[in-house]
């Protein structure tokens, strides 16, 4: 019976951490895209993962997003990020909408000892590709967002982490009683992502 | 442990049917719950689910006429949720046009309701249904329906704005406004985008290009257009793109008649016989035959009709139709005719007449409704 290898790379912590930075930051501009936080025309197509993915072109927008990808980064080298959380909130009443949930899970033998892990680029960049269509077909069960929103960003680090300088320490801002789904999730052999968008439950009945 | 990390700790996985057939999905603005969801679409083929939906339905319908509280409109919301939940695709098939018409005439008079949000939560969703919701908008005006909410202006305004009526919409907006109603910052806001979209219209009679002002992504998220729901194709093109539009839905198209087109009637002769009829095109009354031909009787195949289960009674203006699968199908149920005020009456039909009623409702959804209730 012939079998198929496939052609499995090299993954660093440092090219993991960049892998999963990254994904984080084209995340979050699908997220600002497909749940109208931005009008749309303030997006630009690119390619990325075989996918037309949408970047903001908003100069404070991007900036946001790049120190933040840059800090994820640094705290994913060092093996200390647990979660981030993208939440969308009401402009007016700052009520807490809807929340991206990107778990993670380091290995920490890497972190501790400099080894590096093999797997192919390609099925890295198949199984994030999966995860970018599930973002953008959410709107299938997700609420309408008919007023203007704000997002923000939470980032769950090891206790003996340092605050850096343009973060704060914050609550962190749950639904109560939310209604959760678990999207797909990918695997660095380094870093394991998974991925779940928690809102608020129907209010049909509220007043 | 906050909720969502005992999820992920659970390693808990969500089915993947809503990604799988979310083609066949009608988002709604209130958003869905996926295991309902998920279970709603694996039911379409798998006739134990299927008949546990159906019996849920019947459950929910009895609740309605059992309940004794005095929050009579509960029932109902349970209902159509419910109904809104197991037929994802929505359609005319689902029967939920008719059970929004049953619920608002149940209450139309109701003055407990007139001012709940609720209720008028559900005229918006049936208005949103109909081919022309204008005469719904102006019943509520007429009979002082939801008329302090902001919801009911917003949407009255954008439908005005789809029919592209701008003075209309503005002066219902600053209606809305001068009203005080509520949340009032949702009608300040609206009236805001508003009077965005009418400074980029350039000509307040071109259809068209209103269609352009439309982001491509309001698949349930930013709603314009008389906040319908849009089977708009997902697409990441960027500029203007027209949305498609779910006309079957609302408006019935209106089919092009080229008059001058050269109508041959009745059977067509045959082709020249000898010439290999690949070779030659034939003439426009052969290669139109498939249009032109005037439909006939069918006499060669017989379909054996269907005995269709039915209540012969007191046919009561209200009434639901509910959808009985062919493989579900029971003994007529015969209810003893109570004396109830609003005298329900449960009637199996098959889905031909469900779909037959909701089309005769999209296009007067008052119809049932008693003439002196109408706006003059």
């Avoid at chain 1, 640094?74 to 007016?92: N, T």
């Avoid at chain 1, 093999?118 to 967002?145: F, G, H, N, V, W």
């Avoid at chain 2, 349930?220 to 006309?247: C, P, Y």
Wanted: charge should be neutral; glycine fraction near 4%; proline fraction near 5%.
């Amino acid at each position: 019976m012939a079998s198929r290898t496939v052609a499995k790379d090299i993954i660093t912590l440092r090219g993991s951490a960049a892998i999963v930075s990254e994904f984080f930051g084209y995340a979050a501009n699908s997220i600002l895209y497909n749940r109208g936080v931005y009008p749309e025309e303030s997006f630009a197509k690119v390619k990325k993962y075989g996918l037309p993915m949408l970047l903001t072109q908003d100069e404070g927008v991007k900036s946001f997003i790049t120190n933040l990808t840059a800090q994820l980064s640094e705290w994913l080298e060092a093996g200390k990020l647990q979660r981030v959380v993208m939440v969308i909130m009401s402009k007016a009443t700052k009520a807490v909408l809807e929340r991206w949930n990107f778990s993670i899970e380091t290995d920490s033998d890497v972190v501790e000892k400099g080894v590096s892990r093999e797997k192919s680029d390609r099925e890295i960049m198949r199984e994030i590709q999966a995860i970018m269509r599930q973002i953008a077909s959410s709107i299938t069960y997700l609420p309408c967002l008919d007023e203007p929103c704000v997002f923000d960003v939470l980032a769950y680090t090891d206790t003996d982490v340092p605050v850096p300088f343009t973060w704060i320490e914050s609550d962190p801002k749950l639904i109560a009683n939310p209604q959760m789904v678990k999207l797909h999730s990918f695997d660095t052999k380094i870093h394991k992502v998974d991925t779940l968008v928690s809102y608020k439950n129907d209010e049909w009945d509220e007043q | 442990m906050d909720p969502e990390t005992e999820f992920l700790s659970s390693k808990r996985q969500t089915g993947n049917e809503w990604e799988l057939f979310k083609e066949n999905v009608r988002p709604l603005k209130r958003g869905r719950n996926v295991d309902l969801l998920n279970h709603a679409l694996k039911a379409r083929t798998n006739d134990q689910l299927k008949k546990s939906l159906l019996e849920n339905r019947r459950r929910l319908i009895e609740a309605i006429d059992e309940y004794q509280g005095d929050d009579p409109l509960q029932p109902w919301l349970d209902c159509i949720k419910w109904v809104q939940e197991a037929f994802p695709p929505g359609g005319d098939f689902s029967g939920l046009v008719l059970i929004y018409e049953q619920c608002v005439r149940a209450f139309w008079h109701s003055d407990h309701y007139k001012d709940d949000l609720r209720y008028l939560k559900v005229w918006l969703e049936y208005a949103e249904h109909c081919s022309d919701a204008e005469v719904i908008y102006c019943f509520l005006d007429a009979n002082d329906i939801g008329k302090t909410h902001s919801a009911y202006y917003i949407a009255y305004a954008l439908h005005m704005e789809s029919k592209s009526k701008m003075k209309a919409a503005n002066d219902i907006l600053n209606l809305g406004i001068s009203s005080n109603a509520q949340p009032i910052e949702k009608l300040r806001d609206a009236y805001k985008k508003f009077l965005a979209r009418s400074m980029r219209r350039p000509n307040a009679t071109e259809e068209e290009l209103k269609e352009d002002d439309l982001p491509v992504r309001s698949f349930g998220t930013v709603l314009a257009r008389g906040e319908s729901q849009r089977q708009a194709i997902k697409t990441f093109e960027l500029g203007r793109n027209k949305l498609k539009q779910d006309q079957v839905h609302r408006t019935p198209l209106s089919i092009y008649n080229d008059t001058n087109m050269d109508v041959t009637r009745g059977h067509h002769s045959k082709p020249n016989t000898g010439s290999n009829s690949w070779h030659t095109l034939g003439g426009r009354a052969e290669r139109n035959k498939e249009n032109n031909a005037m439909p006939a009787k069918w006499t060669s195949h017989k379909i054996p009709q269907r005995p269709v289960p039915r209540i012969v009674g007191a046919v009561a203006s209200a009434q639901i139709e509910v959808f009985v699968d062919e493989e579900c199908e029971e003994k007529p149920k015969v209810h003893d005719e109570k004396d109830r005020t609003s005298s329900l009456q449960l009637r199996e039909l098959d889905g031909r007449n469900i779909k037959k009623e909701t089309e005769l409702l999209r296009e007067n959804p008052l119809r049932n409704f008693p003439s002196n209730s109408l706006p003059r």
